[in-house]
């Protein structure tokens, strides 16, 4: 019997032993442990804005749209959407458990081309996103700083611009959601007596920005066909986009027949700010930005969570003075 090998050798028996319980101490530190099974079907999200639309006005115009469009698409269980009242449509819609999710993102995205010309012009301008996601957040990881110079505004362009692209490539993360983005937009508030007075409305305002605020292709000079004395070609550049209060204060709005010039800065007031300022992060009742982490379809959770917070850690050292990301 090969039990009695080891009851009279003992001392092989501890060290058979003590070399199993080093590779169970070995596996367990390094092999990855998911508390649960995979049992969340593969979701698709898809997100939409309609500038100054209440929810009413996105259900009737975007929501009904999408949602029988997409309703039927091959694998579909159910699908849940939201409109809100700050402009935003999202709808989530939950595949078949063991469906591919690549394949129900391109049927999605299929299904909502095939319609989105029926959709508002400033849906279609603004674009629609369609991507697979996991439908339960990993973390959440809040941006916050201690300086006053560091606003949220300031933090979220920060977070956007250097820390989200790494964060999103981190392998099994699916998608980083920053919570009430505020990215830098110029804003224009308007004078409504003044306008009132001047026979104007807000879409003029809107036109004459639209109409001069381009980036215009405008030529070359020396091009084909040219004369045999002609030796030199040269681009033509102009000014391009708008970057500055100052240049968008310049917009002309009206050429009276007296010569009169009417600009934008006699209307309105024009600032560098967020472009939405509907949605504020708090932690511990200081400013923060805060994003969701979500899981690729099949990703493990703890491998993920560790390699996340090993790039926290990197990007640590290059963040700000008195700046610090941490995990919620």
């Not at 917009?251 to 006699?266: E, F, Q």
């Not at 700046?323 to 919620?328: E, I, N, T």
């Amino acid at each position: 019997m090969i039990s009695s090998v080891f009851v009279d050798r003992p001392r092989l028996a501890i060290v058979i032993a003590i070399v199993t319980t080093l590779a169970g101490l070995l596996a367990l530190l390094r092999i990855p442990v998911a508390q649960f099974p995979d049992i969340v079907p593969p979701q698709v999200s898809v997100s939409a804005t309609y500038p100054g639309a209440s929810a009413a006005v996105i259900e009737a115009t975007v929501a009904q749209i999408i949602e029988s469009a997409v309703n039927g698409v091959e694998n579909m269980i159910y699908m849940r959407s939201n409109s809100a009242n700050d402009g935003t449509y999202s709808l989530s819609v939950s595949f078949a458990l063991g469906s591919n999710p690549d394949i129900n993102t391109v049927n999605v995205n299929n299904r909502i081309q095939a319609n989105i010309a029926r959709l508002p012009v400033e849906v279609q301008r603004a674009g629609l996103t369609v991507r697979k996601q996991s439908s339960s957040v990993l973390q959440f990881i809040a941006l916050t700083s201690t300086n006053p110079d560091h606003t949220p505004l300031f933090l979220s362009n920060y977070l956007t611009i250097n820390m989200i692209d790494r964060m999103s490539r981190v392998p099994g993360v699916g998608q980083v959601n920053l919570f009430g983005a505020q990215n830098y937009s110029m804003r224009v508030w308007f004078e409504v007596d003044r306008l009132t007075s001047l026979n104007l409305t807000p879409q003029d305002i809107v036109a004459s920005i639209q109409s001069q605020n381009v980036q215009a292709a405008v030529g070359r000079i020396g091009a084909q066909p040219i004369p045999d004395t002609q030796q030199f070609q040269m681009n033509i550049q102009t000014l391009g986009r708008l970057v500055t209060p100052e240049q968008f204060s310049d917009i002309v709005i009206r050429a009276n027949a007296d010569g009169s010039v009417l600009r934008l800065r006699d209307v309105a007031r024009v600032e560098l700010g967020a472009q939405s300022m509907d949605t504020v992060s708090r932690l511990n009742g200081q400013g923060a930005v805060t994003t969701g982490v979500y899981l690729s379809p099949g990703a493990n959770a703890v491998t993920v969570s560790g390699a996340m917070q090993r790039t926290l850690d990197d990007m640590a050292s290059r963040l700000p003075e008195r700046m610090r990301a941490q995990v919620l």
